[in-house]
C-alpha cells in the first residue's frame, strides 16, 4: 500500500471516529421532549445493535456467549441435603434481548429499561451430592437449560461529572431482576451414575425449574449486575452524556 492510501485510511478513520457516536445512536435525545422515553428506547436500541459483536474502542467483548465461572445451589438442609454446582456456565442468546420500555428521571439520572430476549440457552459442567428423591445423587455430568420469554428489568442511577469540556455520567447503583416464562433443563453425560439416577435427576430438575430458578437467582443476580456494571461503565466512560441527551 502506497503512503498515500495509507495517509487516506488513518484520515477516514478519524473521521468516522469522530462522527461515529451519533451515528450508532440514531440521533441524539432532548430532555424537553415529552416523549424523551420513546427516544431513548430507540437510541438505545441502536447502541445495543452496534454493540452486540463487540466495539474494541470501548473496550467491549463481543456479547456472546456470556460466561459464568460457578453457581450452586442448596435444597433441603442436613447432611444429605441435595447440593449442586455449576460450573463454566456458557449462555448465548442474550444478543438477541431488545429493550422495550425505558423509563427515565433525567432530573436525577436514573433509568429503569425492561428488556425481553425470546430465548436463552445454557450449557455447564455440574457436581452434586446428597439425596433427592429418595436417590443419592452424588455425582457430576453435563447441565443444558433452554429458556423461553426471558424479561429483565435493569435499573441505574449515575452522576454526571465534567471531562475534557464533555459532561459524563458515572455510574453509581444498577440493580436488575429477571424472570423466565417456559425452562427446559437437564443433566446428561452422568459419570458414576446410571440411567435410573439421571431419569430421576431429569424429572426432578423439569419439575422444580422456576424453583431451582429462584435458588439461584440471588448469585445470578449479582453475578449478571456486576457483568453489566462494568459494560454499562465502559460505555459511559467513552460516549458524553451530551452525546445522547441534549437540554
Ligand atoms: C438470535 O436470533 C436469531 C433469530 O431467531 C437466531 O437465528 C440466532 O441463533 C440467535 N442468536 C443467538 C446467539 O442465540
Redesign the pocket.
Same mark, same amino acid.
Given at each position: 500500500m502506497g503512503k498515500l492510501q495509507t495517509y487516506f485510511l488513518i484520515f477516514a478513520a478519524v473521521i468516522a471516529s469522530s462522527t461515529s457516536n451519533t451515528n450508532m445512536f440514531g440521533g441524539r435525545c432532548s430532555q424537553r421532549d415529552p416523549n424523551v422515553d420513546a427516544c431513548l428506547l430507540r437510541s438505545f436500541n441502536n447502541l445495543l445493535e452496534y454493540l452486540k459483536g463487540g466495539a474494541p474502542e470501548f473496550d467491549i467483548e463481543e456479547s456472546? !456467549?456470556i460466561v459464568i465461572d460457578e453457581l450452586s445451589i442448596a435444597l433441603g438442609g442436613g447432611p444429605d441435603g441435595y447440593r449442586a454446582t455449576f460450573k463454566d456456565i456458557q449462555a448465548?442468546?442474550? /444478543?438477541?434481548m431488545t429493550i422495550t420500555n425505558v423509563r427515565s428521571d433525567l432530573e436525577s439520572h436514573q433509568f429503569q429499561l425492561t428488556m425481553f430476549g !425470546?430465548?436463552? /440457552?445454557a450449557r455447564a459442567r455440574y457436581r452434586s451430592s446428597g439425596v433427592l428423591l429418595l436417590v443419592r445423587a452424588s455425582g457430576g455430568g453435563d447441565y443444558w437449560g433452554e429458556y423461553d420469554g426471558v424479561k429483565a428489568k435493569v435499573y441505574f442511577r449515575g452522576v454526571p461529572y465534567d471531562r475534557d469540556g464533555r459532561t459524563y455520567l458515572k455510574l453509581q447503583q444498577l440493580k436488575l431482576d429477571f424472570s423466565v416464562r417456559d425452562i427446559q433443563m437437564g443433566v446428561e453425560n452422568l459419570h458414576n451414575s446410571n440411567a435410573v439416577l439421571q431419569a430421576a435427576l431429569n424429572l426432578f430438575i423439569n419439575s422444580n425449574a422456576q424453583e431451582l430458578l429462584k435458588e439461584m437467582k440471588p448469585q445470578l443476580k449479582q453475578d449478571l449486575a456486576s457483568k453489566m456494571s462494568r459494560f454499562l461503565e465502559r460505555i459511559l466512560q467513552h460516549i458524553p452524556y451530551d452525546e445522547w441527551i441534549v437540554d
Open positions: 456472546e !456467549p448465548t442468546g442474550a /444478543s438477541n !425470546p430465548h436463552i /440457552s
